[in-house]
């Protein structure tokens, strides 16, 4: 599933290629996305200006005029420019050609993503309730601890949690809690502050080494003919139940939270 990295990484790729172009034509080949795509949007969209791409959570967000055009990736979406489109291929859902004859085209097997339009972007349902972004100021400690005070919710379910935090995906929150030092079962009313402040530093950190990554698959979302791929981080606890913790040597344990896997290190992580 893209998470954070996958989705900033798209963003960085397809917005050179697009932003201050007109649009020319939308061509939607099947609107049966986890929303219906909208059926007026070629005539909201056609001769309009794509301002802006920006990001927010893991919904990508083209400032286009009066509004914003939404799209997500789901599980199975993605997002690639080409200067010469290719022929379609099954899957290929969406086109949005460019004034210049680019085209930006939705691939989406699973159809678990969506592309709507939206008047006001920070007044809709999808947004309007998220918490900060991992990278903004208002995600710190302070934030933590306040928003965790006298709950048991375990402090990984409460960093995946999008009210309190955006775009902390499962793998992300294991890797960052070890790196904190924290289990993930610790219940989160419980944490001091200077550990929150660790746990915001290291969620950072694995985001900034993903995004990173992903800065090497760049080319990936222009002219190119493969699916962009995933970043793989040299994980520390993340599906590696029983291999020997890369600090001190203990197994690493596995546990079910919420349905989600959890992995830790029981001698690190207390
Ligand atoms: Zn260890």
Redesign the pocket.
């Known amino acids: 599933m893209p998470e954070l990295p996958e989705v900033e990484t798209t963003r960085r790729g397809v917005a050179p290629r697009v932003v201050g172009r007109r649009i020319a034509a939308v061509r939607v080949y099947d609107r049966r996305l986890r929303w219906p795509v909208p059926g007026g949007l070629a005539r909201l969209l056609q001769g309009r200006t794509i301002e802006r791409v920006d990001r927010r959570s893991k919904y990508l967000l083209f400032a286009i005029g009066d509004g914003t055009l939404l799209v997500h990736l789901g599980m199975t979406g993605s997002l690639r420019v080409f200067t010469t489109p290719p022929p379609r291929r099954p899957h290929d859902h969406a086109d949005l050609v460019l004034d210049d004859g680019t085209v930006v085209r939705y691939h989406d097997p699973r159809r678990f993503g969506a592309i709507l339009w939206v008047p006001d972007a920070s007044a809709h349902p999808l947004l309007r309730h998220l918490g900060p972004e991992p990278f903004d100021a208002a995600f710190d400690a302070d934030h933590l601890w306040r928003v965790t005070r006298g709950r048991r919710v375990a402090i990984k379910q409460a960093l995946m949690d999008n009210h309190l935090v955006v775009g902390v995906g499962n793998i992300y929150a294991n890797e960052a809690l070890f790196r904190a030092g924290i289990r993930p079962t610790m219940a989160a009313g419980r944490l001091s502050k200077p550990r929150l402040a660790r746990l915001v530093d290291a969620v950072r950190d694995v985001l900034t080494e993903a995004i990173a990554k992903g800065g090497s698959t760049l080319r990936d979302y222009v002219d190119s003919s493969g699916e962009p791929g995933y970043f793989q981080l040299d994980y520390h606890v993340y599906g590696r139940e029983g291999d020997p ?6 197994s690493i344990r596995h546990v079910r939270q919420g349905q989600r896997a959890s992995f830790y ?1 029981p ?3 207390r």
């Open positions: 913790c890369r600090v001190c040597g203990t290190c001698r690190c992580q």
